[in-house]
């Protein structure tokens, strides 16, 4: 309906339009053109076939907007990705909807020398009107382009803080290493025994979004938000995505691919809760980006990569009922019913998983105990621990945290004392572990040793890693 929503634009704009046919070439043919971002270049290059603009007024210049009846400039999705390819092909304006320019021009202040228009700088023209476009094209009217805003750091207002917690020390400590070496985590625990409060405190650990996460974020988030960002997002995301969801809205799909709930949780959390009762499909399909920190999405008529470099953290009941194990409740699942409710989850799935954690109902003694140990306290070691693996990894990996390191860097960067060699043998006999759950053991462990400031893994930092694997080390009745 774009062409008939293009000439009303023109035509009530004050523009003539001739009678004859015109034809829109937008090659190359093989790719499909969706959405409404072609609206206001394709009324600019008509009004300059018929003389209205001169060629030149288009030259070095991108333009995008959708066109109302009346010629006005509506909000399109991916404002910043767009500006970031001009900026990359050195492209001096860049012609956007008023609602998406500042998010466009939040990539000024990484720019050299921090000016608007200086060299190696896009400028970014906020648009109303088609009208506004010719009479800026012609000179007729200079539109002033948007001044970058420095990006807001994140706050701790309003953030959920870990003393809030009672009790679950144990969980509290597996969240630190979770947050300190990248690692996924599942909470296996009683209805109510404080997973969910717990996984929500995860982003508050982390270390601040940087300058590409943040544009990386905000990409993903211009591209499926409902209204355009005002600037860079610099708050780690938390998606948790109801165990009803499909496949390719986890992971991203349509007939035209879209990202999923895996991607935008890029750079933050993806929090599963009620683990067993997701589609066991749509668990094995984030296989790929738990590995590769991307998702490929292939349809017949387009391939699409995105983005999903995220912290896992899932969890579960230990039985359908909720209370095997619990001292308070009695469990009355029949007979092979633990074994079919944890089958759900495979074992691949599971090796993936970094920390397997056990988190037991509270006590009325532990609910009025006092709090624990602040946010910005247990913060503070897991920047540290952060800061001692860059030093360490920035040369062989882009992500220098313990969770990326892969088998091959496993025996220059875990290096393990006898004692602590000894111990990891004895577990992967005794309770038979696979190779990869052996690798997530000793990424761990070389975690620990990071938050306790040791160069070698010891005994002591393998045995709590042994501990995190709660799913190998118990055998479900």
Request: with cysteine; charged share 25%; proline share 10%.
């Amino acid at each position: 309906e774009s062409r008939e929503r293009v000439r009303a634009a023109i035509k009530n704009c004050g523009f003539e339009l001739p009678p004859r046919a015109v034809v829109v070439n937008l090659a190359p043919a093989d790719i499909r053109k969706v959405g409404n971002q072609l609206d206001l270049a394709i009324a600019l290059a008509y009004l300059t076939a018929l003389g209205v603009l001169p060629p030149e007024a288009l030259e070095r210049r991108i333009v995008c907007g959708e066109l109302g009846l009346d010629g006005a400039v509506r909000p399109i999705r991916g404002g910043l990705a767009i500006a970031d390819l001009g900026r990359r092909l050195g492209i001096r304006e860049l012609l956007l909807p008023d609602a998406n320019a500042g998010e466009a021009a939040s990539l000024g202040s990484i720019a050299p020398r921090g000016t608007i228009a200086g060299p190696g700088v896009l400028a970014v023209i906020p648009l109303a009107s088609l009208g506004e476009a010719v009479e800026h094209l012609v000179g007729a009217r200079t539109l002033a382009p948007v001044a970058p805003r420095p990006a807001a750091q994140p706050g701790p207002e309003g953030a959920p803080d870990l003393a809030e917690v009672r009790g679950q020390d144990a969980a509290k400590r597996a969240l630190e290493i979770a947050a300190a070496g990248g690692h996924n985590l599942l909470f296996i625990g009683p209805p109510g025994c404080g997973k969910t409060m717990l996984a929500r405190r995860l982003p508050g650990l982390l270390p601040p979004l940087s300058l590409g996460e943040a544009i990386e974020v905000t990409k993903i988030r211009s591209l499926v938000a409902d209204e355009p960002p005002a600037g860079l997002v610099r708050e780690r995301p938390f998606r948790s995505p109801h165990h009803t969801v499909s496949t390719a809205g986890m992971v991203g799909g349509g007939s035209l691919p879209r990202p999923g709930e895996a991607s935008l949780a890029h750079c933050g959390v993806l929090f599963l809760d009620e683990l067993p009762e997701f589609q066991r499909s749509t668990l094995e399909a984030l296989r790929q980006p738990l590995e590769e920190g991307r998702v490929v999405v292939v349809r017949a008529r387009a391939r699409q990569r995105f983005p999903a470099r995220f912290a896992l953290l899932a969890a579960m009941n230990p039985c359908p009922c909720g209370h095997l194990g619990d001292p308070r409740h009695e469990c009355d699942c029949p007979p092979g019913a633990v074994l079919r409710y944890r089958s759900r989850i495979s074992g691949p799935l599971l090796d993936r998983i970094d920390l397997h954690v056990e988190v037991p109902a509270l006590s009325l003694a532990e609910l009025k105990g006092p709090p624990g140990e602040p946010t910005a306290a247990v913060a503070e070691r897991v920047r540290a621990a952060r800061e001692r693996q860059e030093r360490r990894l920035a040369g062989d990996l882009t992500l220098p945290v313990n969770g990326a390191i892969t088998d091959a860097l496993s025996r220059r960067h875990c290096p393990l004392e006898p004692p602590a060699q000894k111990l990891i043998d004895a577990a992967f006999e005794r309770l038979g572990l696979s190779a990869r759950a052996l690798t997530r053991i000793l990424k761990v462990a070389r975690t620990v040793a990071d938050l306790a400031g040791s160069e070698r893994i010891r005994a002591p930092h393998a045995a709590e890693a042994i501990q995190y694997r709660a799913l190998d080390r118990r055998t479900p009745g």
